[in-house]
């Protein structure tokens, strides 16, 4: 059974990546490249819109387990270096942190229901009040930017509820917010500063993927384009 739990954990985060769809049949360094094209221009867009915030990074946590799969570890960097090299000296990046898992998903992932069709495993196996203890740990940052999603129960934490912090999000599942107009109204009051979304019907990345890549493979969602992705692309978006 103990021989068993990396490689579980290994298969689970993995998913968490959240590029999982590049990683089956691609080439990793591809899919490292995505990931951090996708953050940087996330970062970019932050870094525009309000220059000088404190940010806090939230990555994978069984990062720091030393068994874990160093493609994993890999996927998670890129998507950090990305991120920083999009927010340059524009926003305070704090350092980076790593939500608390559930018991459970330390000693026996596999007892941990995680829905089939997440882009964010880890939202499952983070502990439901997680978020929130960071945000206590963190009351000086205005924006989480979480690169595993957002927790199965954020509706229900204090730090969705409160003005702040925002959340900028890459590839989340957005089924936890709610419905479309749920949706469209976290990002218009801008509990939801950004998101990025994988663009319906991208193409693969076999032939590979530059630094100048974001349109062909992502959509960023703002509060200046929600009700146009919404009417353009409902496909994104948890139906009413």
């Not at 998670?76 to 459970?104: N, Q, S, Y």
């Not at 129960?153 to 107009?181: H, I, M, S």
């Not at 500063?193 to 349109?215: I, N, T, W």
Request: glycine share 6%; proline share 8%; charged share 25%.
């Amino acid at each position: 059974m103990k021989r068993a739990i990396p490689l579980v954990i290994g298969v689970i985060v993995l998913g968490a990546a959240g590029l999982w769809y590049f990683l089956r049949n691609n080439p990793r360094d591809h899919a490292l490249t995505a990931r951090e094209v996708a953050t940087r221009r996330l970062a970019e867009y932050l870094a525009q819109k309000s220059p000088g915030s404190r940010v806090l990074l939230i990555s994978n946590p069984y990062t720091q387990d030393a068994n874990t799969a160093a493609e994993i570890v890999a996927t998670e960097r890129a998507g950090v270096e990305g991120f920083r090299k999009g927010a340059g000296d524009k926003l305070v990046l704090e350092p980076i942190a790593f939500p608390e898992l559930k018991p459970e998903a330390r000693t026996n992932p596999r007892a941990v229901f995680i829905d089939g069709e997440t882009t964010t495993p880890l939202s499952f196996l983070v502990a439901d009040d997680a978020f929130d203890k960071l945000a206590a740990q963190f009351p000086q940052c205005s924006v989480f930017v979480s690169l595993i999603g957002l927790p199965r129960t954020v509706k229900e934490l204090r730090c969705w509820q409160d003005e702040k912090p925002n959340f900028a999000l890459l590839l989340p599942d957005l089924r936890f917010v709610g419905n479309a107009a749920a949706v469209k109204q976290a990002v218009q009051k801008g509990k939801i500063a950004a998101m990025v979304l994988q663009k319906p019907g991208a193409p693969s990345v076999h032939r590979g993927v530059s630094e100048h890549d974001f349109d062909r493979l992502f959509v960023l969602v703002t509060p200046e384009n929600i009700e146009r992705a919404i009417l353009d692309l409902p496909q994104l978006f948890p139906p009413n």
